[in-house]
T-cell receptor, first 114, second 110 residues
Framework: GAGVSQSPSNKVTEKGKDVELRCDPI?????LYWYRQSLGQGLEFLIYFQGNSAPDKSGLPSDRFSAERTGGSVSTLTIQRTQQEDSAVYLC????????????FGSGTRLTVV | DQQVKQNSPSLSVQEGRISILNCDYT??????FLWYKKYPAEGPTFLISISSIKDKNEDGRFTVFLNKSAKHLSLHIVPSQPGDSAVYFCAASAGDKIIFGKGTRLHILP
């Protein structure tokens, strides 16, 4: 596709349930990032995939968060046993190689935990 | 520990005047700085960047200034237009990760 696609655009879930957020990056982009933006906060780095290298998971806030990237393309961010503090907009970005000007963000998934 | 700080949550500027958005950083290893613009319900979009070896980069109405000794950068928009109303994120990089500030909401007044 022409841009980064994220689904769902909105998700409301009950506390304690698991959720999966999906990101379809731009075809051919080698790197994929997940960020989240909580209310009144900036974009918080979560995890980074670059090619076939081991992902940089240093931003994941707890072991309830995990992500995978299958076939170097689609990525899924999974949050287990969701908590209210997980409510945020989760943004995915992809970029070709290490072009620091070239991050393309999706529109995000707004997650609300009730 | 916030490495990129935008201390003004919001800014209002008259249409046609200059908008100046400020950003401070703490990590001296940052070697690349960026500004992103975000409209509601959309992802951030890249606006302009500057390498640490420069002190100014200009692109049309947008100019970014970098003061390394003060660990400060600013984005100047002149003249400001209604479509510039958005949230602006300052960001910095020391490698493959980009660290973002909390953003400044810019309102352009008619």
């Amino acid at each position: 596709g022409a841009g980064v696609s994220q689904s769902p655009s909105n998700k409301v879930t009950e506390k304690g349930k698991d959720v999966e957020l999906r990101c379809d990056p731009i075809s051919g982009h080698t790197a994929l990032y997940w960020y989240r933006q909580s209310l009144g906060q900036g974009l918080e780095f979560l995890i980074y995939f670059q090619g076939n290298s081991a992902p940089d998971k240093s931003g994941l806030p707890s072991d309830r968060f995990s992500a995978e990237r299958t076939g170097g393309s689609v990525s899924t961010l999974t949050i287990q046993r969701t908590q209210q503090e997980d409510s945020a907009v989760y943004l995915c970005a992809s970029v070709q190689d290490r072009d620091r000007d070239g991050y393309t963000f999706g529109s995000g998934t707004r997650l609300t935990v009730v | 520990d916030q490495q990129v700080k935008q201390n003004s949550p919001s800014l209002s500027v008259q249409e046609g005047r200059i908008s100046i958005l400020n950003c401070d950083y703490t990590n001296s290893m940052f070697d690349y700085f960026l500004w992103y613009k975000k409209y509601p319900a959309e992802g951030p979009t890249f606006l302009i960047s500057i390498s640490s070896i420069k002190d100014k980069n200009e692109d049309g109405r947008f100019t970014v200034f970098l003061n390394k000794s003060a660990k400060h950068l600013s984005l100047h928009i002149v003249p400001s237009q209604p479509g510039d109303s958005a949230v602006y994120f300052c960001a910095a990089s020391a490698g493959d990760k980009i660290i973002f500030g909390k953003g400044t909401r810019l309102h352009i007044l008619p």
